[in-house]
């Protein structure tokens, strides 16, 4: 199967809506590019409260892959990667690559609360800790946008433009579906081509914590290093989509050229 589609899926606090630069530069390649919102992420679909688990919270994604005539490209974001590691093992056949967007590239096994919260040297993302609440009893986190310029330094450092990007691209509470659940990847699964695309001047999840996740994993990861906050599809989406693009051009060539760490 070639790969006919690319899948953007976003992190927590956020919606689909923050890849509108890059989607029309993907477009232009010959792909259809799809950014969809999680479940719980659109207004009036029930929210976070409604999120049963990773199947119900990937299910917009996983209708995607269904329909697509060849194989996708997913790649996630920050939380986004806990999903496209769910999707890869559930949906093998359908998957031709992952791009781990300075995102969590939990070994299997692992959740991504696991380097979230401060512990072993290389873990931890205190300066995103404590722009969040839990809420709800523990089932949602609560982002506080109030406090802007904190929040712009550690999810997107270099933002170009005035305030923040549209408040339509945000949510408020975030589900802790994806913080708690375990990489379900084996098989198959880990025999996909895996690109990870470093944010190196990232506050949200700080380099040595990016690369921590890329030394635990128990296969080859391609690299790719962009000079970037947290948010490079608002900073520099030329670049990002560059970089996107020419792993779904050949992606299995990634892999041959991929080490393990």
């Not at 093992?89 to 781990?100: C, E, M, N, R």
Request: a negative charge; charged letters at 20%.
């Amino acid at each position: 199967m070639t790969v006919t589609d690319i899948i953007l899926i976003h992190g927590a606090w956020n919606r689909g809506a923050c890849y509108d630069a890059v989607v029309p530069l993907l477009e232009a390649r010959g792909y259809r590019v799809h950014a969809p919102d999680l479940t719980g992420h659109t207004p009036g679909d029930g929210g976070h409260l409604s999120v049963v688990d990773m199947e119900h919270y990937t299910r917009p994604v996983a209708d995607i892959l269904a329909r697509a005539e060849g194989q996708s490209i997913l790649l996630g974001h920050s939380m986004g990667g806990a999903s496209i590691s769910w999707l890869a093992q559930h949906h093998p056949d359908k998957v031709a690559g992952l791009i781990y967007l300075t995102a969590f590239l939990t070994a299997p096994g692992v959740t991504p609360e696991t380097f979230v919260l401060p512990g072993e040297p290389n873990r931890g993302t205190p300066h995103a800790l404590d722009l969040i609440q839990p809420v709800d009893e523990g089932r949602g986190l609560q982002a506080d946008f109030s406090r802007l310029e904190r929040f712009r330094e550690v999810f997107m450092g270099d933002y170009p433009g005035e305030g923040m990007p549209p408040a339509e691209q945000f949510i408020q509470t975030q589900t802790t579906v994806p913080f708690g659940t375990p990489n379900p990847m084996e098989g198959r699964a880990l025999d996909i081509p895996r690109l990870y695309i470093e944010a190196l001047d990232d506050v949200g999840i700080p380099i040595a914590v990016q690369r921590q996740m890329q030394k635990e994993f128990p296969g080859p990861v391609a690299v790719v290093s962009l000079p970037a906050s947290h948010a490079p599809y608002y900073s520099m989406p030329e670049r990002l989509a560059e970089a996107i693009a020419d792993f779904a051009d050949a992606p299995a060539e990634y892999r041959q050229t991929a080490t393990a760490a």
